[in-house]
Every structure is written in structure tokens, then in C-alpha cells.
């Protein structure tokens, strides 16, 4: 179940870190590397994302509470907790400069969390820096949305 959400969330894009193309604020390689972030958290990958994400991120999460790495990471791989497939909407890819961007989009986050299943509705915004030669997290805020009824 988990390589068809992979699948489904990135059409056929590879999970692992991607290294960051020569410094040009290249949206591609920005756009890439956002992508497999987004797969290695759906896919719950621990090792993904201890590569993918800084030691010093500050992680907001839907309620305003700021937190670290360790936490982001724990509250992605729980091993009770399963996620349906995601669609991202309303998403911007930006560099800022040469060595950091954004990545922002709007899904409605669903699965089932010790064994109850939740949906919730959100939009995010990851800032990523070039550490050595790859991207990684550095920052990630989350703001909780209302559901609409489709």
C-alpha cells in the first residue's frame, strides 16, 4: 500500500533525498526534493526523513505550538498511524536565492491513528535550505483549515 501512495503522490518520482543541483535557485531540483519529502512522510520513512530534515527545524504545528526534529519525525512514523493517499492543491514552488525555497500547498490529510480514523484539513509551508549538497527542512509550518463538504 505504501509504494501506491508513492505513486499516486509524486506519479512515479523516487523517495530517497535528492541531491541539490548546482547553486541557481533551480525550481526543478527545488520541486524534486519537495516531492520525495512529501512521499517519504506519507510513506512513514524514518531514514528519509532523518536525511531530509535539519537537525535545528522548527516545526509549527496546526495549533501554533512550535517543535523540533525529533518531534516532526515521531509524529510521522507512529506505528499506529496509516495515511490515505494525498492530493496537494494551490501549491507554489519558490527558490529564495540560491540556497533556500519554499514549498506550499493545501491537502486534506486523512488515514487512521490508532486505529480511529481522522481527517483533517490543512496547509503547510516547508522552507528548505542547502546543507552541504542536498536540501533539507529547516522550517515547516502547518495551519489547520475548516473541511468543506464536497
Known amino acids: 500500500m505504501r509504494g501506491t501512495i508513492a505513486i499516486a503522490l509524486v506519479f512515479g518520482m523516487a523517495a530517497p533525498a535528492i541531491a541539490a543541483d548546482p547553486p541557481s535557485g533551480d525550481v526543478a531540483s527545488l520541486?524534486?526534493?519537495?516531492?520525495?519529502?512529501?512521499?517519504?512522510?506519507i510513506a512513514e520513512d524514518?531514514?528519509?526523513l532523518d536525511r531530509m530534515v535539519a537537525d535545528d527545524l522548527v516545526f509549527i504545528d496546526g495549533?501554533?505550538?512550535r517543535y523540533d526534529k525529533a518531534f516532526f519525525i515521531d509524529g510521522w512514523t507512529g506505528t499506529d498511524d496509516d495515511y490515505d493517499p494525498v492530493t496537494l492543491t494551490d501549491r507554489v514552488i519558490q527558490p529564495l536565492g540560491k540556497d533556500a525555497g519554499i514549498a506550499s500547498a493545501e491537502t486534506v490529510l486523512s488515514g487512521r491513528s490508532a486505529g480511529k480514523p481522522f481527517r483533517v484539513r490543512i496547509r503547510f509551508?516547508?522552507?528548505?535550505?542547502r546543507h552541504g549538497d542536498s536540501w533539507q527542512a529547516s522550517y515547516i509550518h502547518v495551519t489547520r483549515m475548516?473541511?468543506?463538504?464536497?
Open 63 to 65: 495549533s501554533g505550538k
Open 146 to 150: 475548516a473541511l468543506e463538504d464536497k
Open 31 to 41: 520541486r524534486a526534493f519537495a516531492d520525495a519529502f512529501d512521499v517519504a512522510q
Open 125 to 129: 509551508t516547508d522552507i528548505f535550505r
Open 46 to 48: 524514518r531514514g528519509a
